[in-house]
């Protein structure tokens, strides 16, 4: 593919039920961020995989939060009993080495009712 | 803990004059710095890096590491730089995690 593609790009859910937003990142690329940005806020850092191993999770916000990278690819962000403060749009960017640009996907729009 | 600070949220300039949008950080070491935009209805794209030093669509950034800044600047902005900005800090100790600004609107009016 051309770029960082997410799924879904909008999702609803209702308080309570769990969630999975999946990042195809670019192809050969080593690195993979998720990142959360609540309306009208900056963005914040969840978790980061070089590989298939995550060396920072700090900023996974409870136990509610977990994710996972199979195969140096296709990563998943899941999110179990949701909440309406997880609302925001749900970032994944990947990078060709830890220390080169990010590219961003589009986004998942999380809507927590 | 490293941090980003951009204390204005939103720059509103008239096309054709200066802009500035500033950023600070917090981080005793030696920071890589980036500023990322975001168009409208477009994804967050990278806009320059500290270390290459070059200028982007008219944009330069200074690292300042005696005052820990890196503002973007451009001398004359026009309407097409209407976007969202964000500075960005990369700290290698910190497992190359990218932590960003709250990120400045900038409104270039004709």
């Known amino acids: 593919g051309a770029g960082v593609s997410q799924s879904p790009s909008n999702k609803v859910t209702e308080k309570g039920k769990d969630v999975e937003l999946r990042c195809d990142p670019i192809s050969g690329h080593t690195a993979l961020y998720w990142y959360r940005q609540r309306l009208g806020q900056g963005l914040e850092f969840l978790i980061y995989?070089?590989?298939?191993?995550?060396?920072?999770k700090s900023g996974l916000p409870s136990d509610r939060f977990s994710a996972e990278r199979t195969g140096e690819s296709v990563s998943t962000l899941t999110i179990q009993r949701t909440q309406q403060e997880d609302s925001a749009v749900y970032l994944c960017?990947?990078?060709?080495?830890?220390?080169?640009?990010?590219?961003f996907g589009n986004g998942t729009r999380l809507t927590v009712t | 803990a490293q941090r980003v600070t951009q204390p204005e949220k939103l720059l509103s300039v008239f096309k054709g004059a200066p802009v500035e949008l500033k950023c600070n950080y917090s981080y005793s070491g030696s920071p890589e710095l980036f500023w990322y935009v975001q168009y409208s209805r477009q994804r967050l794209q990278l806009l320059l890096r500290h270390i290459s030093r070059e200028s982007i669509k008219g944009f330069t950034a200074d690292l300042n590491k005696g005052e820990t800044s890196f503002h973007l600047k451009k001398p004359f902005a026009q309407e097409e730089d209407s976007a969202m900005y964000y500075c960005a800090l990369m700290v290698k100790a910190a497992g190359n995690k990218l932590t960003f600004g709250g990120g400045t609107r900038v409104l270039v009016k004709p």
């Open positions: 960017a990947s990078s060709l080495a830890s220390n080169s640009p990010l590219h």
């Open positions: 995989f070089q590989g298939n191993s995550a060396p920072d």
